[in-house]
């Protein structure tokens, strides 16, 4: 049990550290410590994880690492993991606005922001093909037509802007319907 929290504190640490950019840029991070490196969860359980994450309030990344940690280690995981991936966070914002607002214009800080930039939108893309085309354990897509008529319709109705709210139940009204209640 100790191995797996060091593990989890391990895990979300680096996530923490090295997830720039937001949520949806660590998704892949995320993915990759959790899915590949570890085998705490499976593709289709992640995507899952991340369907309630973005459903539930508050950051991706912590709801995911609270989620995870319960399922790997029970409530002490979902602390260490939640507690994990906060403390890089604190830690670079109490030190970034000691400096920032000092080095702001310096040409050097500058160059560091605009070369992460890239960076970020290239996680980001990679968090949404990692969604877009999840795989099961077989190794196949799990996403099926109806998946693709539900993304549709909501992309249609987001579009229209519809309240977000209605959308979420609906899709969820039409998974019932279309996947069966069990």
Known sequence: M???LLELLYSYL???FFGFGGGYAM????HSEVVVRNGWLTGGEFSDIVAISQMTPGPIALNSATYIGYEVAGVLG???ATTAVCIPALTVMMLVTRFFLR???NRYVQ???WGMR???????ASAALLLIFPHSDEGRSFIDAWSWVIFALTLVGSAYKLNPIMLIVGSGVAGMLIYGLG
Do not use: A, C, E
């Open 2 to 4: 100790i191995i797996t």
């Open 14 to 16: 680096k996530i923490g």
């Open 27 to 30: 998704l892949s991070l995320i």
């Open 78 to 80: 979902s602390v260490v």
């Open 103 to 105: 080095l702001q214009h």
């Open 111 to 113: 160059g560091v922001v």
């Open 118 to 124: 890239p960076v970020v939108v290239g996680m980001i």
